[in-house]
């Protein structure tokens, strides 16, 4: 039998994939229930495009729900569609992109809705830690579905479009959509942890398409994903501890200048994202220079990132630059959770770990970022970084408060000298070597070809109590 599609969810497939290339699946299923007046509608593969199809070559599963059938809303045969297409992106151990348009559950269908959302709820998070996911919002994602996006590893908003809740801005309390809508793309980015951005569609699927190319299409891929085209042991020129960017200094090392960056505008404090190395693909979590503080969300979006690097085996590049954490009664409320969290997604992850210290990086919240003692493979510092446990200026004054007479200048020189200073840690071994800014590049570089054998022998435990 034929099946008669509208145009909009299949374009929209077709948008991402190789020409030629979209194979789709299940495409005679129908609705089974024929009451409530959906008779009209059962021969229009229930509201959802299913396949598989290459994406520069890179084979991906694909699901496009149909904002003309039933506006895109969640049935019996609809949800077991999108199952069995997890199932077979499993067995083929391939990403999942869904693309995402729905008014939400069908009510017709009552029970049987229900229970279908639970069942593709249940296969996304299998599939998590497994294969990469991508959610694309089209147009509204709304109460359980918003949950798939949620457990996906990368989501974008269709800008201007794409409407993501759990409760629609007119739902909440002293709220109406006018004053904030909360289910907007930019509030979303800006706020949720959930959406890596807000873009044209174009624009999504470039970024998309990037990240394929840049990621391990499962959990047992290698991590070497491109030949390197660029000079190992190119020096960076014209940076150093008083005056680089981090996101300059991250597009420096990385093969080609490229750093692709995850959710730039949620936590900016925190920087995630991906460089390559001699065509490896390495994680980066840093600081942003001017931020010093490690912030609730910071934190947060630094456990999902680490968690997501662990699960497909890819190294992590940490640059650490900070001297303390967020103050203010909202912060107090929650930060010590953060820092659980984030303390045990390091600590358990058990891939390469490399640190680089260029600025700054005190107390406690240096401890967290990756250091030698909280288990760094190789840490490596700028001989112009500051370290320790307070500056040296505010050591000074605890120590000596009570002295009198005592020259604190010399003091603190002293101090700075003795715990404060990069060669004080070197020769506690809590950094491997001291680098010329210049000739970081080709030194991560020697540092992950030497760690992509590292082998770890985790203690077996159920799960982290945090």
Not at 233 to 261: C, P, Q
Not at 270 to 281: D, S
Not at 335 to 351: K, N, P, Q, T, W
């Amino acid at each position: 039998m034929s099946v008669l599609q509208s145009s909009v969810a299949r374009d929209r497939i077709l948008s991402f994939l190789d020409e030629g290339s979209f194979v789709e699946l299940y495409e005679s299923v129908t609705c089974r229930h024929t009451d409530l007046s959906l008779k009209e509608c059962e021969e229009q593969s229930d509201g959802v495009v299913t396949g598989y199809g290459l994406m520069d070559g890179r084979l991906v599963f694909l699901y496009s729900q149909n904002p003309e059938v039933l506006h895109g809303s969640l049935g019996e045969m609809h949800c077991k569609k999108i199952v069995e297409l997890y199932t077979q992106a499993l067995k083929m151990g391939a990403p999942v992109i869904a693309l995402l348009d729905s008014s939400g559950l069908r009510l017709q269908e009552g029970v049987d809705a229900l229970t279908g959302l639970g069942e593709v709820l249940s296969a996304v998070n299998e599939a998590s830690g497994v294969i990469p996911m991508y959610s694309v919002i089209y147009g509204n994602c709304g109460g359980g579905l918003s949950i798939i996006p949620a457990l996906s590893d990368f989501t974008y908003m269709v800008e201007g479009k794409g409407r993501l809740f759990v409760n629609s801005p007119n739902a909440i309390d002293a709220n109406y959509q006018e004053k904030m809508d909360t289910a907007d793309g930019k509030f979303k980015e800006l706020y949720s942890g959930i959406v890596d951005e807000c873009l044209p569609e174009e624009e999504i699927q470039a970024k998309v398409r990037r990240l394929l190319q840049l990621l391990p299409g499962n959990n047992t891929e290698g991590i070497y994903t491109g030949d390197c085209q660029d000079d190992l042991n190119r020096l960076i020129v014209e940076m150093n501890a008083s005056n680089y960017e981090t996101k300059v200094l991250l597009s420096n090392l990385g093969d080609g200048y490229e750093f692709l960056e995850t959710k730039c505008e949620y936590a900016p404090d925190m920087i995630t994202g991906f460089i390559q190395l001699n065509g490896m693909t390495i994680g980066t979590i840093a600081n942003r220079e001017d931020s010093e503080r490690l912030t609730v969300d910071g934190l947060l979006k630094g456990t999902d990132f680490v968690r997501f690097c662990d699960a497909y085996d890819i190294p992590l590049l940490v640059v650490a630059d900070t001297c303390g954490f967020e103050t203010s009664m909202v912060a107090e409320k929650a930060i010590g959770r953060s820092m659980a969290s984030f303390v045990s997604a390091l600590c358990e992850a058990d891939v390469p770990k490399v640190t680089l210290l260029p600025h700054k990086a005190m107390g406690s919240a240096y401890l967290l970022m990756n250091s030698k003692s909280m288990g760094a493979d190789f840490v490596y510092a700028w001989p112009d970084a500051e370290l320790g446990i307070l500056p040296a200026k505010e050591a000074v004054e605890i120590l000596y408060a009570k002295e009198q007479n005592i020259d604190k200048a010399q003091k603190q020189a002293s101090y700075e000298q003795t715990h404060n200073s990069v060669s004080a840690f070197a020769k506690r071994a809590q950094i491997d070597r001291v680098i010329d800014p210049e000739s970081t590049r080709k030194y991560l570089v020697s540092a992950f070809d030497l760690l992509y054998t590292k082998y770890s022998c985790v203690q077996d435990k159920k799960h982290n109590l945090r």
